[in-house]
């Protein structure tokens, strides 16, 4: 993910989906000084876990972590004067339900040529399994995630690349 923060020489970035912050350090450490995150999880005590190792490296002052719901956060983003087409990269690894809706609004505040970063789009590589294999209490998520993924290819707005890293990513460049 460093890379790709450098290849677009990220400097204002959205992460959704927080939990002890590992992403959101490797985020801090690779931005430059006066680079800024806007962190949004639903609990602080999980960031709160990984904040002692935050503060330790020196960077957080560049996270700005508001404990809520995305959707309404990226609704107040978008209205805010400046903001629309203004972040460089966003990381999205949260509630995969919504992953839609955060699609369609960080496209929005993405510049042209930024990059969203989708996490666990692979699912344990359920979502390439024959339907027969993947266990009863996964294939409703598992649903979801290969809809997605499709929604993902099909959309004219971006380009895309797919990671098998961990669980999978995808990586989506804005184009217009």
Same mark, same amino acid.
């Given at each position: 993910?460093?890379? @790709?923060?450098?290849?677009?020489?990220?400097?204002? *970035?959205? =992460? /959704?989906?927080?939990?002890?912050?590992?992403?959101?350090?490797?985020?801090?450490?690779?931005?430059? &000084?006066?680079?800024? /995150?806007?962190?949004?999880?639903?609990?602080?005590? *999980?960031? &709160?876990?990984? @904040?002692?190792? /935050?503060?330790?490296?020196?960077?957080?002052?560049?996270?700005?972590?508001? =404990?809520?719901?995305?959707?309404?956060?990226?609704?107040?983003?978008?209205?805010?004067?400046?903001? =629309?087409?203004?972040?460089?990269?966003?990381?999205?690894?949260?509630?995969?339900?919504?992953?839609?809706?955060?699609? &369609?609004?960080?496209?929005?505040?993405?510049?042209?040529?930024?990059?969203?970063?989708?996490?666990?789009? @692979?699912?344990?590589?359920?979502?390439?399994?024959?339907?027969?294999?993947?266990? &009863?209490? !996964?294939?409703?998520?598992?649903?979801?995630?290969?809809?997605?993924?499709?929604?993902?290819?099909?959309?004219? !707005?971006?380009?895309?690349?797919?990671?098998?890293?961990?669980?999978? /990513?995808?990586?989506?460049? !804005?184009?217009?």
């Amino acid at each position: 993910m460093a890379m @790709l923060l450098k290849l677009v020489n990220a400097k204002k *970035t959205i =992460e /959704i989906g927080v939990f002890t912050g590992y992403s959101l350090l490797l985020t801090a450490l690779t931005i430059p &000084e006066d680079g800024k /995150i806007i962190a949004i999880d639903v609990n602080r005590e *999980t960031f &709160e876990i990984g @904040l002692p190792v /935050i503060k330790k490296a020196g960077v957080a002052d560049k996270i700005d972590f508001i =404990e809520s719901e995305a959707l309404p956060v990226l609704d107040q983003q978008l209205h805010k004067h400046g903001n =629309e087409g203004s972040f460089d990269f966003a990381f999205v690894d949260a509630d995969k339900v919504n992953y839609w809706n955060y699609h &369609e609004r960080l496209l929005k505040l993405l510049k042209v040529d930024g990059l969203v970063v989708y996490d666990n789009t @692979l699912r344990r590589g359920f979502v390439a399994m024959p339907e027969a294999l993947v266990p &009863e209490h !996964r294939k409703k998520d598992i649903e979801l995630t290969i809809e997605f993924n499709k929604f993902l290819a099909a959309d004219p !707005r971006i380009q895309i690349s797919h990671a098998s890293l961990g669980d999978g /990513i995808i990586i989506c460049r !804005r184009l217009h």
